[in-house]
């Protein structure tokens, strides 16, 4: 058995509440009742003295009640098989994993806050396949087109910039970026490039234009801050300390937000900031994303279970209704006198 929505547990609070109030009224009522007449002549005159008759009232009411709630709650059982036509957009989120990305002028650093924002990105999306990339000079499919985001959101939260393997190739004009996606797929294709702009290659640019020829749209995130700061990283010792260049130089990451501007028009995309609260993710995916056309890419047997909220329902009617026309006491034969 399944159920629709459950929020309306909390519902049930009131049948423990509602025992209660009967059980204070009916202590109450008998109480004033035999302070008015003794028990043979309340009968006799008909009042509702009947304390069966009045707890069956109750119970009555109790049940439909708990009856009204369950079919609130929308009891699922019983299926049958759909072919069901699954449509969206294939978007590859491309995240650097470079050591730039440590940079902490967004807290807790710009890699950290790229993952997270990935993560609410994740609520929002509905029936698209996405992809993860990790670059950082070398790039490689870290999770291949998938609708299952449980299994994404693992892959995501596992990636760090340690993660490209040594003996990876540079890539060439993001071109490890783009064999993400389905070669023979006739579907849209969007790409989230989330990066600080310091790591493409000689010709970002280049790269765009080819993205274009493909029908693929990048949309540039931004993450850091345009005066930039530097990057601590931790020895062996375990120690943190800056980062250095081979001439013994700190290394201060600034966001180059001008170039990222410019592959996102070249391609027709978006470009947004990833710092303080102007991230995007969410408005790009509804703004722009969702407006693509959108083309289906697999047929899938789904298992619907039959909403029979309706038996509840019904039963609930038939005990209320039960409760209102059933009397307080029995009839009482009236005495003729002679």
Excluded at 70 to 95: R, T
Excluded at 230 to 236: L, Q, R, T
Aim: proline fraction near 4%.
């Amino acid at each position: 058995m399944q159920y629709e929505n459950l929020n309306y547990l909390y519902l049930l609070v009131v049948i423990p509440i509602l025992i209660l109030g009967y059980v204070l009224v009916f202590k109450k009522k008998t109480r004033d009742l035999h302070k008015f007449a003794n028990i043979e002549l309340l009968q006799k005159i008909g009042l509702p003295v009947s304390k069966k008759r009045q707890w069956l009232k109750a119970i009555l009411m109790v049940t439909g009640i708990l009856f009204l709630i369950l079919s609130l709650i929308e009891p699922k059982w019983g299926y049958h098989w759909e072919e069901v036509e699954k449509k969206g957009i294939d978007i590859v989120i491309a995240v650097d994993t470079s050591r730039s990305m440590l940079a902490d002028d967004v807290k807790p650093n710009r890699l950290e806050v790229a993952k997270r924002e990935i993560e609410d990105l994740l609520h929002v999306l509905a029936g698209d396949r996405i992809a993860l990339v990790v670059f950082a000079g070398s790039a490689f499919t870290y999770c291949p087109l998938t609708y299952d985001y449980s299994a994404f959101r693992l892959f995501l939260h596992d990636i760090h910039t340690n993660i490209i393997p040594l003996g990876v190739p540079p890539c060439r004009g993001n071109t490890k970026i783009y064999s993400a996606f389905e070669t023979n797929s006739k579907n849209h294709k969007a790409i989230i490039l989330i990066t600080d702009g310091e790591n493409h290659e000689d010709d970002p640019l280049k790269a765009a234009a080819k993205a274009k020829e493909q029908g693929i749209v990048i949309y540039t995130v931004g993450v850091g801050k345009r005066e930039g700061s530097y990057i601590k990283i931790k020895d062996e010792s375990g120690q943190e300390k800056l980062l250095k260049d081979r001439q013994g130089q700190v290394v201060k990451s600034r966001l180059d937000e001008i170039t990222l501007n410019k592959i996102a028009l070249e391609t027709g995309g978006l470009y947004t900031p990833g710092y303080g609260t102007k991230w995007g993710l969410e408005k790009i995916y509804k703004d722009s994303i969702v407006n693509i056309e959108e083309s289906a890419y697999k047929t899938q047997r789904v298992k619907r279970y039959v909403n029979r909220y309706q038996i509840p329902l019904f039963i609930a009617i038939v005990l209320i209704t039960l409760e209102s026309f059933l009397p307080n006491s029995k009839k009482v034969t009236k005495v003729r006198f002679r």
